[in-house]
């Protein structure tokens, strides 16, 4: 029997995205399958919203107003030591455990190498020098995509052998929504203006690409019948507003709808409703709303860059996200070949049932095992 410990800031959040969401899910997972080892969770202040605690796991609470992972963590499995420290977001305290403490580390990308512009030179630099020493100071890595593994070891040199591939799972929420007045309830939730739409989801910021989504929209939509909105669901992020004065200038940003955050429990809603779900992002560690979107039945269209031709396999419509004739040329036939839909369907379902939890934790669960 190990003792394990987990880092569970990330799980307590309100809005979980991202990383958020995979601490969550993967952390409900284990403690599901895993009834042999201890569990101690650790948390900055009373978490509101964790999973359920079976009897062979405990929450410690340790508040600490900053720098809680490289301090006060770090501090606490220096008193306490388990013979694990799991970290799934990125962060391995600088307070180095103990050397008896086999300490793991998800690292999820490198986007801040590949768009620098995103953020401030300090927020670069604490990126770089944090995951730097996350990546060389774990006894192993967890990457959740072999692209995300393959940066590791060109930017970072970290060895091969040491980072095993985990992919993330899907919530069994996610699944296809058929009921014609749930789904006419979720658009008028955000206010979206036709039962034809396009749907991308994420945050609001150039690195996903919506400048060239929206330049492709605006040359397909004119000529749509019936009339087709655009929906940019998720939080504002860097630059949303030059985002949205894009579609201003194109003359369809009346075509455009930006609902803002949307709730898990309308995802799977508003996923199904979808005429297509559309994400020619430009770099993504793994991309979970293109498994999302095949899991409720959505025929789905994105890149052949980073990890999403891997995540997509063949049941997405792949485009070169650098060029706005192809991305066009990829939502005009989304919108007009029914058969392409239907196949797509087919297709992302079956795929992303591939995906689970429970797989996901299962393999965690033998990387942290591997002493």
Known sequence: MLTIG???????????TGTERYSYELLQALLHLDQLNRYTLYTNGIPANLPALPDNATLR??????????????????????????????????????????????IHDLGYLAFPAAHTARRRLELHMTTLWSAHTARRVIAISRATKLDLVRQYGV?????????HGLAPAFRPVGDAAALAAVRARYGIPTERYLLYVGTIQPRKNLL????AFAQVAPTATPPVTLVLAGRR?????QIEQR??????????????????????????????FVFPSLYEGFGMPVLEAMA???????????????VAGEAALLVDPLSTDVIAGGLARLLN??????????????????????RCAAETLRVLSYL
């Open 6 to 16: 987990i880092d569970a800031s990330r799980v307590a959040v309100a809005q979980r």
């Open 61 to 106: 609470s340790i508040s600490f107003p900053r720098l809680w992972t490289h301090l006060r963590l770090g501090w606490e499995v220096q008193r306490h030591p388990p013979d694990v420290l799991f970290i799934p977001a990125h962060v391995v305290p600088l307070l180095r455990p103990p050397r008896k403490v086999q300490t793991v580390v998800t």
């Open 159 to 167: 060895a091969p052998d040491k980072i095993h591939v985990v992919y």
């Open 212 to 215: 060239r989504l929206i330049d």
């Open 237 to 241: 992020g860097w630059l949303t507003d």
């Open 247 to 276: 579609a201003a200038a194109l003359g369809v940003r009346q075509r455009v709808h930006f609902p803002g955050y949307i709730e898990d429990s309308d995802l799977p809603a508003l996923l199904s409703g979808a005429q297509a």
């Open 296 to 310: 409720c039945g959505t025929p789905v269209l994105t890149s052949t860059i980073s990890s999403l031709p891997e």
């Open 337 to 358: 070949d029914a058969a392409l839909r239907d196949t797509l369907r087919d297709k992302g379902l079956l795929h992303a049932a591939r995906f689970t939890w429970a």
